[in-house]
């Protein structure tokens, strides 16, 4: 379980100074409170790196490790960041906290050690995908947030079934300034991105949908979720003799 109630906000965690990416080392403390466990991973003007919260409030118990996301940002992308948080205090997608730099932004997520998602995928997972994602949509535009891509590859499913953040690229293009069709153009990103993972169930219950989020999202409540059973690990014996196999 999570150290926090699963639908807290993020927490604000104030202003920082900046870190250089090139001096984080396992074993180095950073912002007085995180330390780092790995070495940093870049991905064009982003890195990240896997830390733990040595005051044990964030991330999960035992070790409360987190992923630190560090974008870089000006003094727009601060004040949509923070408007966007609300829309991430679930248990998909969680933002657990952030941090302001000068010209960055600090993004702690839960850190995740499941596998990335390759497609074909189980239909329970695929319905996992689905929804998680159009709910998501549905808080960001619901905070006033447009203009957020989703890409598979920033995703894992943990083992409740929930999706969780390896990058925080979708927050990368949010605005504040959209309109209807940007809403519309969101929506229709996302059916593109539903209907990539070719599931059959999935792509009959999106036939015709309206390209909103919420549309989206109500579509795909309505469709079952079916888990492929498991085997029985061993045959019930009889309770009377004879006791074959006793």
């Known amino acids: 379980m999570n150290g926090r109630p699963a639908l807290q906000s993020p927490l604000d965690l104030g202003l920082a100074e900046a870190v250089d990416p090139f001096t984080v080392q396992p074993g180095i403390i950073l912002f007085d409170r995180f330390c780092a466990l790995g070495q940093v991973r870049h991905a064009a003007d982003t890195w990240r790196v896997e830390v733990t919260d040595l005051r044990r409030q964030l991330g999960s118990p035992p070790h409360h490790r987190l992923m630190m996301h560090v974008i870089p940002a000006n003094e727009g992308l601060h004040r949509v960041l923070r408007a966007a948080l609300p829309a991430h205090a679930g248990r998909s997608a969680r933002i657990d906290a952030v941090v302001s730099m000068r010209d960055a932004v600090c993004v702690l997520t839960p850190h995740s050690g499941a596998r990335p998602i390759q497609l074909p ?15 998501l949509l549905v808080r960001l535009h619901d905070v006033g947030m447009v203009g957020t891509r989703f890409d598979l590859r920033d995703l894992r499913l943990d083992l409740t079934g929930e999706i969780q953040l390896t990058s925080v690229h979708h927050l990368i293009g949010l605005r504040t300034d959209g309109s209807e069709d940007d809403e519309r153009a969101d929506a229709a990103a996302l059916l593109v991105l539903l209907r990539s993972i070719e599931d059959p169930a999935i792509d009959r219950a999106l036939e015709g949908v309206m390209p909103t989020a919420q549309a989206i999202a109500d579509r795909l409540d309505q469709i079952p979720r079916r888990r492929q059973a498991r085997a029985r690990a061993v045959d019930t014996l009889p309770a009377i003799p004879p006791f074959v196999g006793r």
């Open 121 to 135: 995928v189980e239909h329970y997972q695929a319905l996992s995908v689905g929804r998680s994602l159009a709910r």
